[in-house]
């Protein structure tokens, strides 16, 4: 039992002493501190080849896009294959939501610098694709404009989903008045227009598709050995997961995973993230065009009257609730707006670029996750944390009253970026913003963990980096399954008590990367109640 602890504790990155050093003799405990050395070596070794898969991964992706730009420049393709009428609608709306930027979009600095702005943001195109997705896809996902939108819950439909539209003359309702139906109405209409411009919300997930993507992508090719300790492959025998005794807790493969990476073990119930829509880029047929145009106008109003709000005199969960759906809905708008930026760097210039006047004062989506919401920087992104080390964003005075009373962690699973680990996009509502903010921790969880083969727990970096300071990560699964439904809690502590037995206990975390690809999850509205 003794010699047992020894060798646990010595596999412990931090834990160099034993338990009972008197008991074994100098070659033994000199033994053990090598075996601890080492586990230390493989696992730093580990981290950079998950960090070096990852960059090749996205260079790849990046080549890949800059060779089918290439070949298809001088085609047709999508562009004029439209009629005129077609045309005029997507560069009417397009030009309409440039003038609403003109207008209501206020840059830091970028405004006084237009040649810098260019080079760093991609601007939207006024043919008739919208390719701001097409940032990060590669041609094994281009898909024609001819295809039609299906759900992410299984259903493929033959004809375009229906979107819910916004009513018309909401605008003079004054929704200004109640600011947070205000930003509600936003995110709403916001989420229809990228619903309407998507050329195809992938089905839970076709298995062709979804094979033929995992061997282009990042999240495929950092699949492989990644995930799991080259140990769990050594001298040491590894516990192998039972998929037949387990498949009530664990999913086929063909099952939707919105955050799928090859030798992932998905759940078989992710919860609300089963109901999801997912966005993985945007393309313009006639009907959506139509849509979208009628929907912009309906948008433009929306933004229009934020100007009339007053913030400071929102209670602090209306503050909260309110500054959360503003910064998704100015994310998603600065998209249509800029495109999608190809890294970290370019996505904070953005941030500081892209900007809603509220109340007479201009605020960028930078400031209000930082300075308004108060997020702390980002330990699972190092540019943008970087960047906000050397960049200090400012506000004034009448600003900072507009800001939330104090730091709410879970904000993390509210705000995104449209990024494939990005939370979902939900709606937040004053009266229940609280636990709305509980259940959407809850929810990425749910959807975003899983297991390896060998049993090990595969946690998205973000997650990893939110519990940091909280949760160490010998007792990090134990956190998560508080979060998980007791069929697969008991399946969490089933497969960490067997890596135990192995003398693997000490490492039963792996992490996966942040993958930055464009994507777009979209849970369903709540139904009141």
């Known amino acids: 039992m003794v010699l047992h ?58 080549r890949r896009l800059a060779e089918y730009r290439l070949r298809h420049s001088s085609s047709p393709t999508l562009s004029g294959c439209f009629p005129d009428i077609t045309e005029t609608l997507i560069s009417s709306s397009l030009m309409s939501l440039k003038h609403l930027n003109a207008q209501v979009h206020h840059s830091s600095e970028g405004d006084s610098r237009p040649e810098q702005g260019d080079q760093l943001l991609e601007s939207t195109s006024e043919s008739s694709c919208i390719e701001s997705t097409m940032e990060y896809a590669d041609d094994s996902v281009v898909l024609s404009h001819e295809k039609k939108i299906s759900t992410k819950t299984g259903f493929k439909s033959s004809q375009p989903v229906e979107f819910r539209k916004v009513p018309t003359g909401m605008s003079s309702k004054g929704l200004w008045n109640n600011p947070n139906q205000l ?36 999240r495929g090719h950092l699949s492989n050995s990644s995930w799991w300790s080259s140990s769990d492959c050594s001298m040491i025998q590894s516990p192998q997961i039972d998929m037949q005794n387990n498949s009530g807790v664990l999913a086929s493969e063909n099952v939707f995973d919105p955050y799928r990476v090859r030798g992932k073990l998905s759940w078989a119930d992710i919860g609300n993230y089963g109901l999801a829509m997912e966005v993985s880029w ?84 930078a400031a209000i996750e930082y300075m308004i919401l108060k997020m702390k920087p980002p330990l699972h992104r190092p540019q943008i944390a970087l960047l906000l080390a050397l960049q200090k964003l400012k506000v004034t005075e009448e600003q900072r009253k507009c800001a939330i009373d104090e730091y709410e962690p879970l904000v993390a699973f509210a705000l995104s970026c449209g990024m494939y680990s990005s939370p979902a996009i939900s709606i937040y509502t004053a009266k229940n913003v609280r636990e709305e903010l509980q259940e959407a921790q809850r929810d990425f969880i749910r959807a975003s963990v899983g297991f390896s083969s060998k049993g090990k727990l595969l946690v998205p970096k973000m997650l990893h980096c939110f519990c940091k300071g909280s949760v160490d990560d010998a007792n990090l699964a134990v956190w998560i399954s ?15 008590s067997q890596r135990r037995q192995s003398f693997l206990g000490s490492r039963n975390c792996g992490i996966l990367p942040f993958d930055s690809r464009f994507r777009y999850l979209f849970l369903p509205d709540k139904i009141p109640h």
């Open 482 to 496: 508080h979060y998980l439904p007791p069929l697969q809690a008991a399946f969490v502590e089933q497969c960490i």
């Open 5 to 62: 602890v020894s060798l646990e504790n010595a596999i412990k990155k931090n834990t160099m002493k034993l338990s009972s050093p008197s008991c074994f003799s100098h070659e033994a405990q000199e033994l053990l501190s090598n075996i601890a050395l080492l586990e230390t070596t493989v696992s730093k070794l580990e981290q950079e080849m998950v960090s070096l898969h990852f960059q090749l991964s996205q260079e790849r992706n990046e």
């Open 183 to 218: 930003s509600e109405e936003m995110v709403r209409c916001m989420k229809n227009i990228f619903m309407s411009l998507a050329d195809s919300a992938l089905p839970a997930k076709s298995s062709a598709l979804e094979s033929q993507c995992s061997t282009l992508s990042p």
């Open 282 to 365: 945007m393309s313009v047929g006639k009907q959506q065009l139509e849509y979208a145009s009628g929907a912009l106008k309906t948008f433009r109003t929306l933004v229009e009257q934020l100007a009339k709000v007053n913030p400071v005199h929102l209670s602090s969960n209306e503050k909260l609730a309110f500054w959360i759906n503003l910064y998704n809905a100015l994310i998603m708008h600065a998209y249509l707006a800029y495109g999608v930026p190809r890294n970290d760097l370019k996505l904070f210039s953005l941030m500081q670029k892209a900007a809603y006047t509220v109340g007479g004062h201009s605020y960028n989506a």
